[in-house]
């Protein structure tokens, strides 16, 4: 593990590999570990490049609300100590809703997307008002309450019955996310800018992957992005809940790797 000092904050996170780069975002409230299986079958054709967003895993919490753009900022903070000009950049869930905004405000830098169990949408009303219950919830209770609540609709049915070390897994991840920065990223989440017009105007190679059983991003969210992102290509992983590149990392990884492989050719 490595650190950056950047915008005032510590913000941890590994590389792997030395070829050409990818920055992989993960989810909330998850940490650089969500992407330990893409890591591995990357790391010999790409140096991949897994950063801890801001209050989660080993990277500084703050008090203020946690925006996609200073998320997106930290990333971009963080390209610059390596020395990096342009990366294919994926994000899953809110991640992706960072790496979008990342695109938005430094298109120059990114050379493809990977846009993973995710969605345009800015929150309701209703949905505002519930990540600032959760938030109050997760400073005042703790986060087992949130590992809790969040468990049953992150992963497939299946996967919650018969495999457990995966369930373990997700749920020691949020167990570890500081407290502030969880309701520090669901106050930023919660003020996000509703990217759907902005679809349009993305012109990268683009992957769009869904589980099938995404409760959370349904598939017709990943439909709409692959309806408005011109040439974009959709992949559907059969059998996987919202976290569907631990759930099915085989069927993902093959669909990343295909992707990354054409880009190349």
């Known amino acids: 593990m490595s650190v950056a000092r950047v915008h005032g904050i510590k913000l941890a996170y590994e590389v792997s590999g030395a070829r050409s780069p990818i920055v992989l975002l993960h989810g909330f409230p998850f940490n650089r570990t969500l992407w330990r299986e ?80 995710t969605r345009p949408q800015a929150d309701t009303g209703d949905a505002r008002l519930a990540r600032e219950e959760t938030a109050a919830r997760a400073l005042g209770e703790g986060m087992h309450t949130i590992a809790d609540a969040m468990l049953p609709k992150l992963l497939a049915p299946s996967t919650q019955a018969e495999r457990p070390k995966i369930v373990a897994r997700i749920r020691e991840m949020i167990l570890n ?54 040439g974009s290509r959709l992949e559907v992983i059969a059998g996987a809940g919202h976290v569907s590149n631990v759930e099915r990392p085989a069927e993902f990884n093959r669909a990343l790797e295909n992707f990354l492989r054409e880009l190349e050719a």
Request: overall charge negative.
């Open 38 to 117: 893409q890591v591995e079958a990357l790391r010999e054709r790409y140096r991949v490049i897994t950063p801890d967003l801001r209050g989660h895993g080993e990277t500084t919490a703050t008090h203020e609300p946690a925006t996609m753009e200073a998320m997106a900022g930290d990333v971009a903070a963080l390209l610059d100590e390596l020395h990096i000009t342009r990366v294919v950049l994926g994000g899953l869930s809110m991640g992706g809703y960072v790496a979008l905004a990342f695109y938005r405000l430094f298109p120059e830098r990114v050379s493809a997307l990977l846009l993973a169990d």
């Open 177 to 230: 996310t500081d407290a502030q920065g969880a309701a520090s990223a669901l106050r930023g989440m919660a003020v996000r800018r509703d990217q759907t017009e902005f679809l349009r105007e993305i012109n990268c190679p683009t992957l769009i992957v869904v589980g099938s059983l995404d409760q959370i991003t349904p598939p017709a969210d990943a439909e709409r992005m692959n309806r408005e992102i011109r």
